[in-house]
């Protein structure tokens, strides 16, 4: 390995492509095995090492790679960690049981294995297509079945028709669903559904928009908008750092969690312009769609998109001016293929910069004196496309200190054929001629690893709430008295909590040893969701015991170094029932004791998304519907920290005061009172 | 009148500089008494006949005016009608006991009443002022205060002191509060707080936030973001009429509401081009802003912006690149002043286009091929300044047919002092030294008046609800089941109801008559809100009798040309009690009996808002917090009604088929297929 490149490194940087395949050759030299390599991607140093590296108290941590591959045509999976710094193996170990996620690779092989399997031709056959070229396949993980369990990899092919090369295939279901071992690469099963003991004709009426069928049917009316920087951004780039007026952060992306950001800061002037952190990490550390149709074996869909395929792994390159408008920063994502060689995604991440509204504005209505400042934001972010599915992810900077999650669910509905006797509702809804869209839940799950002006946080709960005392009573003789209850959530146990419409309920982060001068409260950032649906399927079912996670809109843990996925670390063909967990562990094991979390280093976990009941516009493509979250800091600073921001206009006497140069009120005229006005 | 305006004009169009004083002379020629104009405004024509005359089958209405005018001096209140196009005065009554909105003039003129009365330059001396030309008041409604009642006009002077004439006087409120008549025009009594027998000094910290004061430290490292549109925007505008790539409406402004949109239809591509139409009428009907600290003078804070003021005669005169960035079409504001003149708002209400990001994408993961389309908004906005705080609205119109109303908040918070031995927590937040922020929500009542292909409409309340079977029964074997509970809401009683997050619950406002041809449900028009946080004062309470209508998030009632204010027509100085209305209904009494709203001509009535616990960063001038809601179509449209939107991407072999000038599926190449890709 270039030692010059290990140097110049920021310890969370992602693994380049020099180092992707040193580490691979590193771990062929350490063992006879012939590998099938499934993950080479950054082994965060530990936490307490890489922060005293950033103090300047500690030494920088060396390179190490986490490995996860598999015996070539096996399921049996080795875990290794290689220090890149030293080009040592550190540890290599097999695990026995565990299916790592399925990569892209594996996705696409299982389209041409069921186009020759004869199993397959039969049931096209049936359905009255005899050209396998038109047959497609979304291979998804097969989620758990209990006919096979965790002993060889699977996946299940959701199976599709194109009248042409160009037609979109989600308008042509069939009723028939493949089972592929991954490892052996086989048909071994086919589910076929039966109506009444009849098979599904291919629903074939074409809906389409590909330009090649709709653009006839173009609008000419929407004119440019440009949006440009003549000046260039106002964001600098030192390789994987941001600075952005005030914020710094590092990039950083995976293949499984996509970006991720760390290190995140505020050169605060309020304090004297120091450095204060706010969150050691953020990401999307897990996902779920479940599907609400009852029969299989739509029972199967509820993928992990984090857990089983990689949101990093399935990113899309963006376009310049498609993706993203105006002056754009991009940076490429690697991961490695199943050789062990980098892949290169180019522009898989942007980051740009936004207008965004009103920042703030007054008007004196005495005197029409008035200041308007305008908001902006910086935007670092990625599109991957999950089979059907598209989802856009937004991590958004404001000026004002608030850092909001803002996700764009766009691509194409996951779709199943009608018989004729059947009707769509209530599990979906018919978006073409006897094509259903079943009614299904996006739900995120945000790791937030907070470091509120340092590492020992502890979290409240806040719930707005009447005074308990009736309107009349001494205490409350108007009745009109409200409050903020805050609770300190002291345990694992306590903190699995869920959203209070009722209550308008947040969650503080906040730092107990630091209290805000004039507020008098802890300094603290605070979660705001108000788009937390509960996961709908009943206890007990297999999406609940899988996706623990979303069993409650909130969770909060002692940080630990090993606990980045909620689900668990490998997620498919889990069964999520405890005696199946084989060292395995999720957010329901790590939260079984009730312990500590208050005044110490803590990770909140929160859930968010929505619940689709598809509707005819959705399809034959989705416009994006958006789903968001808060980090909005609260009495964190000392006052408005975007006091000082140039307002664009001052009006009345203080318009007057500038123009004609009069003094501000400790009696001086300053350039910088000179050119606010625009 | 001249006749060529009222035949040119569209019968919303607000009345215009020379129909405000022609209505007032013609009223003042009608009447011996000697009047103080309240309010001269368009009376819109009834819905039937106005209908006749959009669908051609009825003629054009008459222009009217509604007047409100006051005996000058007096607390006497009469109303009437004029017919502008015929020159009559058609109605002209007596209206005992109610009071009309307080206007800008009526509070200008507290402050200079305040400042000379004898009592409250006394009170000033106390807490050691001697110079009068340093004490500001805003004037507010007095809202309610059993000590009067109904029968004066009132309002409640808000003290505050400033250094100098640029200084932030809401960090020095003062402990006592004028009462003044507003006819009368003198102070009739003042509250003095007393903590333990102690005068509370007056907080003499400065908190400002003019450049006068804080340019020295604004940050020099923000780099111009031009929006340019250099072949102009993409809506046309006819007077007040806007179209734009299918949508069109009528632009109204009137001093009440501010911006009412009407006659909002689409012409549908889908349905061979014509207008469908989608809401007869949708504006910000009523808001309150009640406070929750428990102790007097500050029962009293629970503003009505709309009914006690008018968000029309409040709006600012907006300015290029400063409240709005990008091509604008700007509409004044007009409205009456006290002697019946037209008093006219420059650039009140701010049209023009903005970038929205992604609209919908698709990528095929085995080839790339790829579409990205990109979504604007056509924006409608006004800010207004309501004493401390400022409101921007937003009504934003994007390619996907939905329709979201955004408010952003900014301003001032109101703030109070703190007596030395007294805490903030927990009615308030300590922003600044001595300075308290109590607790308060914003509850703004929009009125829906849809028009969902046509007049007759239903209204379905609809609950994402798990499957009532549980997991391993016949009906649910996997536990993953669940469905949208569609339940019609028959009566205004049932229609009264509230949000509900474990459902994720929405509303729909659907045609009985029109199914749509695929989806086999009724075409619709989808509320969705998810920010409605409940009304935290007490039942029984002053706010709560006053704001009947927030005590639910939802209420569906018949139509009724007379029914636009939820909490009456007359809102300063009402009890909310029954037995107090004397004919000022509101949204209590209209829903009492339970009328039948199925299939009929219906309105719809949202609250959304937030409750804001202060924090130190919202001071001394606030970030924008934005809140919103969102009216989507859902089954209304065909399919995807931007199917039709100029992709500006089109990869793989979709790209490649450009390229080359291959065929489309139909053999053809055409000229939008070669232009498509930018």
């Not at 754009?328 to 522009?347: K, T």
């Not at 009573?473 to 419409?501: I, M, R």
Request: net charge negative; proline share 7%.
């Amino acid at each position: 390995m270039p030692s010059k490149d290990v140097v110049a490194m920021h310890p969370l940087d992602p693994l380049s492509v020099s180092e992707i395949p040193f580490v691979a050759d590193l771990l062929r030299q350490h063992t006879p095995l012939d590998l099938c390599f499934n993950t080479i991607t950054l082994h965060e140093p530990a936490k307490t090492e890489l922060l005293a590296y950033f103090e300047s108290t500690g030494p920088k941590p060396d390179r190490k790679a986490l490995v996860i591959a598999l015996e070539k045509g096996t399921p049996q999976v080795h875990e290794a960690i290689v220090n890149i710094t030293t080009s040592t193996v550190e540890k290599f170990a097999y695990r026995p049981g565990m299916c790592p996620t399925i990569s892209l690779e594996d996705l696409e092989m299982v389209e041409s294995i069921v186009r020759s399997d004869p199993g397959v031709i039969e049931q096209c056959k049936i359905l009255g297509v005899e050209d396998m070229s038109k047959v497609y396949c979304d291979a998804w993980t097969i989620g758990f079945d209990k006919r096979w369990g965790a002993k060889r990899r699977m996946q299940q092919a959701l199976m599709y028709y194109r009248e042409s090369p160009m037609d979109n295939q989600y308008a042509h279901p069939l009723d028939f669903c493949p089972i592929v071992d991954t490892d052996a690469q086989k048909v071994i099963e086919i589910d076929i559904r039966s109506v009444n003991g009849e098979r599904t004709p291919i629903p074939n009426k074409q809906y389409n928009y590909l330009p090649e069928f709709v653009a006839e049917t173009y609008r000419p009316d929407l004119k440019p908008i440009n949006i440009t920087q003549p000046e260039g951004v106002s964001f600098q780039m030192n390789g994987n750092e941001v600075e952005w007026t005030g914020f710094k952060f590092h990039i950083g992306f995976n293949a499984r969690e996509g970006i991720v950001l760390s290190n995140i800061r505020y050169a605060d002037p309020q304090e004297g312009g120091k450095d204060r952190s706010m969150f050691y990490r953020l990401s999307i550390a897990e996902m779920v769609v479940p599907y609400g149709e009852p029969s299989a074996p739509h029972h199967r869909k509820h993928a992990f998109d984090v857990g089983e395929y990689g949101m990093g792994a399935m990113t899309n390159s963006l376009k310049l001016g498609c993706d993203c408008k105006g002056s754009i920063h991009y940076l490429d994502g690697v991961y490695s293929n199943r050789r062990g060689e980098a892949v290169v995604i180019p522009q898989a991440i942007c980051i740009h910069e936004e207008d965004a509204g009103i920042l703030f504005k007054h008007t004196d209505f005495r005197d029409g004196k008035c200041v308007v400042a305008r908001n902006r934001k910086l935007v670092v972010s990625q599109v991957f496309t999950a089979a059907n599915y598209e989802y856009c992810i937004y991590w958004n900077f404001f000026l004002d200190g608030t850092i909001q999650v803002e996700l764009k669910l766009t691509g194409m509905l996951n779709t199943y054929c009608l018989h004729p006797t059947e009707e769509a509702a209530p599990w979906g809804t018919e978006v073409g001629e006897r094509i259903t869209a079943h009614n299904h839940q996006h739900i995120f799950c945000l790791r937030i690893d907070p470091q509120v002006d340092g590492v020992n946080n502890s979290v409240m709960q806040s719930d707005a709430m009447p005074s308990p005392h009736p309107a009349g009573s001494e205490e409350n003789p108007y009745g009109n008295a409200f409050f903020c209850q805050k609770t300190v959530l002291k345990t694992t146990a306590e903190a699995a909590c869920d959203y209070n419409h009722e209550t308008s309920r947040t969650w503080d982060i906040v730092n107990p040893s630091k209290m805000h001068p004039t507020a008098k409260k802890p300094v603290a950032y605070k979660i705001v969701s108000r788009e937390s649906p509960r996961l709908l399927a009943q206890p007990g079912s297999l999406v609940w015991n899988r996706a623990g996670f979303a069993r409650h809109t909130f969770w909060v843990t002692p940080y630990k170094d090993d606990q980045l996925y909620p689900a668990g670390r490998y997620v498919p063909q889990t069964s999520g029932l405890e005696d199946d967990l084989e060292g395995n562990f999720n957010i329901i094991t790590w939260t079984k004791e009730a312990a500590n979390i208050e005044n110490t280093d803590v990770v909140c976990w929160l859930n968010f998304g929505l619940t689709h009941f598809p509707r005819a516009e959705d399809f034959p493509v989705m416009p994006t519907e958006p789903v968001s979250i808060l980090l909005r800091p609260t009495n964190f600073f000392k006052q408005n920290p975007a006091l000082d921001i140039r307002p664009l206009q001052a009006q009345g006497e203080s318009q007057y005061a500038f123009e004609n140069g009069k003094e501000n009120g400790n009696g001086e005229v300053t350039e910088a009172m000179k050119k606010c006005c625009v």
